[in-house]
Nanobody, 120 residues
Framework: QVQLVESGGGLVQAGESLRLSCAAS????????MGWYRQAPGKQRELVAA???????DYADSVKGRFTISRDNVKNTAYLQMNMLKPEDTAVYYC??????????????WGQGTQVTVAS
């Protein structure tokens, strides 16, 4: 089994920054892609940013230029640096990882979520 543990959420003022971390542990052979999603009350979960094992990144238009995703392949950890936060960034942020096991099969795992609240 694989566990994803997120940390770094909290309450900040608009314009401030937060850094989220997502650490993967367990029977991991390799992690193909790691991503951050968010879900605000009454809204669907949406992709915020994703990064492949090779370092290619993808961002939602709403966060381009403000958020940066990165990963440490040795530590199996992904990070989301969030700058210039806005009240509309308020949501529960979830980490997702596509993990290849030693069997060669790949599975999708989610973290438990971390709350980010941006006050105006």
């Amino acid at each position: 089994q694989v566990q994803l543990v997120e940390s770094g959420g909290g309450l900040v003022q608009a314009g401030e920054s937060l850094r989220l971390s997502c650490a993967a542990s367990g029977s991991i052979f390799s992690i193909n892609k790691m991503g951050w999603y968010r879900q605000a009350p009454g809204k669907q979960r949406e992709l915020v940013a994703a990064v492949t094992s090779g370092g290619a990144t993808d961002y939602a238009d709403s966060v381009k230029g403000r958020f940066t995703i990165s990963r440490d392949n040795v530590k199996n950890t992904a990070y989301l640096q969030m700058n210039m936060l806005k009240p509309e960034d308020t949501a529960v942020y979830y980490c997702k990882a596509i993990v290849t096991m030693s069997t060669g099969r790949s599975y999708q795992y989610w973290g438990q979520g971390t709350q980010v609240t941006v006050a105006s």
